[in-house]
């Protein structure tokens, strides 16, 4: 039975600084010669850019639904057989979301350790822990750790504020230099940010210095299962645009895309590279077109060939930002409309407020397909919506899914791995 040592890093809500002090764990034990896998719970593309980054190895998800049970206990799994820790970074807060990163953390038995921003706090941070630790009695707790720290002394009272059975594994000073920063969608993207890995090693050192650092203890994640899956793509060529502007791509998915059978290989738009005329199929996921509009729309040898690649008849799959960039304008907050391709009809606006967040599920032929959507646009086209998706647990309507020949389009990031059946018909542009 595979077991290996797991730590859960929670926290009360986002913005407490989990991905910091993960992304610091992971290259601390890197740094001493453990292979390190990081997981990131629920549906994320930015926050496991920066853990890939800090561990050396990429970072998949794990949600009880999105991903579902099953599916996270063999990742868990095949994990443990090769790895020396295994660290998941919660999302939102312990108890935030159906289900929870603490239903997550209970239902496979990792201890969870509490980031508690401690910036403006004193006593109050041991309220908070009380709270976090008993909050539900069959959550594996294992202890807090305090962040943004003023000094030895403002630690020293959060640590005395805690009550009797709470474990104190340390704390690290508000610094700068050590932050990670962000904007409307979340963390910036790894490779944007130029001294990452100065940061890491700066958080790593750190953390050094805390009980944070000791190996937690060994969880057995049970035997590795492995369900066989057809090789329905076998042979086919598929493309994926992959930069700045095109990176909100879950490494789960295409890893199914080869497992099915599929060659992948990858182009820049932001380079202004074709599409490959041997590709069979053509994948434009979501990311951050917006902020590299004007690039975009002087980069016609991609625009060109995304449009012949279209005009042949190939099967195109767009994702949120993917879509957007297949639109015939694009709008900023300022209101500058920037020219895009124009290979589906429709405008898209960018919003300072939120648009559309939350999980999302297709149900079409071949059952249901999980995902989510977040968004800060609003988009208007004349198309007709093929399908749309649906929240689970409850009634309201999701996202639209246009299908145009065989270009298939939406606001919604589907995880592949849900329904490798759905996922084949996308990539031969069949009917779904």
Known sequence: MPACPALFVSAPASGQGKTTITAGLARYHQRMGRRVRVFKTG???LDPMILARASGAPVLSLD?????EAACRTLLAEAAAEADLILIEGVMGLYDGTPSSADLATTFGVPV???ISAKAMAQTFGAVAFGLANYRPHVPFHGVFANRVGS???AQMLEEALPAGIQWTGYIASKDDIELPDRHLGLHQADEIADLDARLDRAADALAQTQLVELPQAVDFGPVVHTAVPRLLDGKH???????AFAFIYPANVQLL???????????PLADEPVPQSADALYLPGGYPELHAERLARNTCSADTIRAHAAAGKPLVAECGGMLYLLETLT?????RTPMPGVLPGHATMQTRLASLGMQQLDGMHGTMTGHTFHYSHMTTTMTPYLTSVRPHSDARGEAVYRTGKIVATYMHSYWPSNPAFTAALFHGEAF
């Open 238 to 244: 598929i493309a994926i645009a992959r930069d700045a």
């Open 64 to 68: 009880l639904w999105m991903v579902g």
């Open 332 to 336: 900023d907050t300022s209101g500058k």
């Open 152 to 154: 030895p002394r403002h």
């Open 43 to 45: 549906p994320d593309f």
């Open 113 to 115: 350790v509490a980031v």
């Open 258 to 268: 080869e497992t099915l059978g599929a060659r992948v290989t990858y182009f820049s």
